[in-house]
């Protein structure tokens, strides 16, 4: 379930990066900005933090564009990886690098990258975005793990991308080539659970991995083995152990019974206390088993919660939505999906700090859920971007929904600390069922190209994706 949660963790982030690095190439290749607005555009939806580089290689090459410097010396990055894999290959698609040092940052980072193209189709260079690796792996800090508990992300090639050892990021392995295990062979199942020692470390752990076959990613979850079992173990044990002594005790008894009387009840005496040390042990695995069962539920609600705002995460979402999706095609009925971001959440980040941040993600997360039905679900998928499943409602109902939405949002003073408060606007994108969509991915896809048009065309207002075109 940990490996589970983390999988849908990084499905949303990696779309993410990708939405933006996609959003910057359509801007560029546009030529209508400059490249310093195009890098804000995509610092308005990934947290500078998150990508702390925005860069162009162009078809030379050579180093064309930096957030982070003047370009007076054009690096050359040909022998670059994440270069030479779309100088090379055909088509178009994400790829992700394995850890590196940055010649210009002098920061390790994992490289999120996209083709250029020309008018003509052809090669023409690299969108690069630069991705510090302890931020892949920040979802350690929202799970219980004990101390020797491991989560780590790997490339297909058994490469380490990001690793957290207990709660703590592990930057000491980074770039590390494992030895090859059970989930890295090519005909492995995308998921599965196994027991074995770490090629890190020799640490002994329960392993639980989920494969992201699109991406030639593996995502790791290691529980130590003696800590789990540890209290399970040392009470089978004993009761073991009790049980092969009581029976020894009271077959000496029996060839005893010409013993004086005194000598029968001692043996008596100790059987009642053998009898008494096996209830306890039968008692404290029973208290085990309980435990554990507490643990998986606890997993199970991580894997659907969002633990900053208490309400559903994308991988519950998508259940939901899929689940209504079947039944509403089956029979007929309407259904929509809204995707909603907040407007320049990054300003209140860097002029407030990150608490205020979060305080606002708590404080529009209960404006929205105060005003939606109980048959609706509201979900937190990713960052400052939330989703609703509204069953029953067509395009124009949302878009009432929605517009609702908005201005109570946009009238709400949200509490940060103190005498603090900020207001804060969204920006709504809303795609309906349709006879030319049939999944959740494709109307999803719709509502978010919906979002993008509304965030671009000024922020703070709906905008619904008819299928045909986008209407404000």
Request: glycine letters at 6%; one cysteine or more.
């Amino acid at each position: 379930m940990m490996a589970k949660a983390y999988h849908e963790y990084l499905i949303r982030t990696i779309r993410q990066i990708d939405q933006a690095a996609q959003l910057m190439r359509s801007e560029y290749t546009r030529k209508q900005k400059d490249m310093a607005s195009i890098a804000q555009e995509v610092f308005s939806i990934l947290s500078s933090d998150f990508v702390f580089q925005v860069s162009i290689i162009g078809r030379d090459g050579r180093l064309s564009f930096s957030n982070l410097q003047r370009m007076t010396d054009r690096v050359d990055l040909s022998d670059r990886e994440h270069f030479r894999v779309h100088l090379e290959q055909e088509g178009d698609f994400l790829f992700i690098s394995k850890p590196l040092l940055g010649r210009i940052s002098q920061k390790w980072s994992i490289q999120f990258t996209r083709k250029i193209f020309n008018d003509r189709g052809e090669f023409d260079g690299v969108i690069v975005l630069s991705i510090d690796p302890y931020f892949l792996g920040r979802f350690a800090e929202t799970v219980s793990l004990g101390d020797k508990d491991v989560i780590a992300l790997l490339h297909q090639d058994r490469t380490v991308l990001s690793r957290a050892l207990g709660r703590n990021y592990d930057e000491r392995h980074l770039g590390k080539v494992i030895e090859p295990r059970p989930y890295t062979e090519p005909l492995a199942p995308d998921s599965g659970v196994f027991d074995g020692a770490s090629p890190i470390d020799g640490i002994q752990r329960i392993v639980g991995y989920q494969k992201l076959r699109q991406y030639g990613l593996f995502v790791v979850a290691m529980v130590d083995r003696e800590e789990a079992f540890a209290r399970s173990s040392h009470a089978a044990l004993l009761g073991y152990l009790i049980g092969v002594v009581g029976t020894v005790l009271l077959t000496l008894a029996s060839l005893a019974s010409g013993l004086a009387i005194w000598t029968i009840f001692r043996e008596y005496a100790t059987v009642q206390t053998m009898n008494a040390e096996l209830k306890a042990a039968h008692e404290d695995l029973e208290a085990t088993h309980q435990a554990l069962k507490r643990q998986e539920m606890e997993l199970v609600l991580l894997a659907e919660t969002d633990p900053l705002c208490r309400i559903p995460n994308r991988r519950r979402f998508m259940s939901v939505a899929d689940a209504e999706l079947v039944r509403h095609r089956r029979y007929r009925r309407k259904f929509s999906i809204i995707i909603l971001d907040i407007d320049h959440f990054k300003a209140v980040n860097d002029n407030h700090g990150h608490t205020a941040g979060d305080a606002v993600l708590v404080g529009i997360a209960q404006v929205i859920q105060n005003r939606l039905r109980e048959s609706d679900t509201f979900a937190r998928i990713g960052g400052e971007e939330f989703a609703i499943v509204l069953p029953e409602t067509d395009g124009k109902g949302a878009m009432v929904v929605a517009e609702n939405l908005r201005q109570a949002v946009s009238g709400a003073r949200i509490d940060l600390d103190g005498d603090r408060s900020v207001t804060i606007t969204i920006s709504i994108g809303i795609a309906s069922l349709d006879e030319d969509h049939t999944t959740v991915s494709d109307i999803l896809s719709r509502a978010d190209r919906a979002l993008y048009s509304a965030k671009g065309s000024g922020r703070n207002r709906v905008v619904l994706d008819t299928g045909c075109g986008l209407r404000v």
